[in-house]
């Protein structure tokens, strides 16, 4: 967790270097606040802290320009968590819509949330 927030930090100060253009620079720095992000929201979700772990994983999808399926997975899992079920769907279709070994779980994880969702009350955001 220290790492990836000094690393957070770095990043958001850090210069563009003269030999890269703007969008280049974006695109890299981004991508690397997207793993920093990615491997707090774990941390997070692997000590029960879903909240949080729905904060920090939110960025990484929204950062990287090619979300690992893993980040829709365990972001879908950790609003199911936290009663968030509109997320936590909209966070398995995204997983199920992209290559891996995780599509088939996550389109039964969002028919299972969706049924959840329908029984149960949805926290407010």
Not at 51 to 58: F, R, S, T, Y
Not at 95 to 119: D, F, I, M, Y
């Amino acid at each position: 967790m220290n790492y990836a927030q000094r690393a957070i930090n770095l990043l958001n100060t850090m210069t563009k270097p003269a030999e890269l253009d703007d969008a280049t620079f974006t695109k890299i720095k981004n991508e690397k606040l997207a793993q920093c992000h990615s491997g707090m929201g774990t941390a997070f979700f692997k000590t029960g802290k879903y909240d949080e772990a729905v904060d920090q994983l939110n960025q990484a999808v929204k950062l990287d320009s090619q979300p690992d399926p893993v980040d829709y997975y365990v972001l879908g899992v950790a609003n199911s968590q936290t009663s968030h079920f509109t997320d936590a769907v909209a966070a398995f279709d995204k997983c199920a819509a992209l290559p891996g070994q995780l599509q088939a779980n996550c389109r039964n994880l969002s028919a299972e949330t969706k049924k959840k969702g329908a029984n149960s009350l949805e926290a407010p955001r």
